[in-house]
């Protein structure tokens, strides 16, 4: 027979559980809003990021590469956010109407509500460590994205001593800051 500290202890675990998942829909949220932010970005700058491939030779597949990868991401992160068969603790009016004519003594029905919070604290469990699994993939991907890019900049940078005199001329009276603004 189960006491009401022992219901106590399944119900902090149970809401430990339920806490887990409220902080993986917050990190969800945040690489959704981070990946979509740069999927965003390369979309509407699709003509300024092929120019500065060509300008600093880089291969555009590189940057084809780039948006696979966050798209990838994306889908990822997209999936973690279906996932939604979490486990109530039980159902209050089937408790009821399980009743019959008297209801179960106290700790009779204490015994019955640890099982139901053991059941689904398991089974809640198990959907988050699967979101846990599809964010943990989504950071590693948008994390080789942003890598890949710093690369390009890098190979853009150390290809930007190779370009003409007069280039550079032309940068320099071409950028908005020296319009005497």
């Given at each position: 027979?189960?006491?009401?500290?022992?219901?106590?202890?399944?119900?902090?675990?149970?809401?430990?559980?339920?806490?887990?998942?409220?902080?993986l829909?917050?990190?969800?949220?945040?690489?959704?809003?981070?990946?979509?932010?740069?999927?965003?970005?390369?979309?509407?700058?699709?003509?300024?990021?092929?120019k500065?491939?060509?300008?600093?030779q880089?291969?555009?597949v590189?940057?084809?590469?780039?948006?696979?990868?966050?798209?990838?991401?994306?889908l990822?992160?997209?999936?973690a956010?279906?996932?939604?068969?979490?486990?109530?603790?039980?159902d209050?009016?089937?408790v009821?109407?399980?009743?019959?004519?008297?209801?179960?003594?106290?700790?009779d029905?204490?015994?019955?509500?640890i099982?139901?919070?053991?059941?689904?604290?398991?089974?809640?469990?198990?959907?988050?460590?699967k979101?846990?699994?599809?964010?943990?993939?989504?950071?590693?991907?948008?994390?080789?994205?942003?890598l890949?890019?710093?690369?390009?900049?890098?190979?853009?940078i150390?290809?930007a001593?190779?370009?003409?005199?007069e280039?550079?001329?032309?940068?320099?009276?071409?950028?908005p800051?020296?319009?005497?603004?």
């Open positions: 027979m189960a006491s009401e500290i022992q219901y106590r202890v399944f119900r902090e675990v149970y809401d430990e559980e339920a806490q887990r998942y409220s902080n829909g917050t990190r969800s949220n945040l690489y959704l809003s981070i990946v979509t932010f740069y999927l965003g970005v390369i979309f509407f700058k699709i003509e300024d990021i092929l500065f491939a060509v300008r600093f880089l291969p555009v590189w940057f084809l590469i780039l948006g696979i990868l966050l798209v990838i991401a994306f990822l992160i997209v999936r956010i279906s996932i939604h068969d979490y486990e109530g603790v039980f209050p009016e089937g009821i109407k399980s009743f019959g004519k008297a209801p179960p003594q106290d700790n029905f204490l015994d019955d509500r099982v139901d919070l053991a059941v689904a604290t398991n089974r809640n469990s198990t959907q988050n460590d979101v846990a699994g599809f964010l943990r993939w989504a950071a590693r991907i948008i994390l080789l994205a942003v890949l890019q710093v690369v390009l900049f890098g190979v853009a150390i290809h001593k190779d370009l003409p005199y280039d550079k001329i032309q940068e320099k009276t071409n950028c800051c020296s319009s005497g603004h």
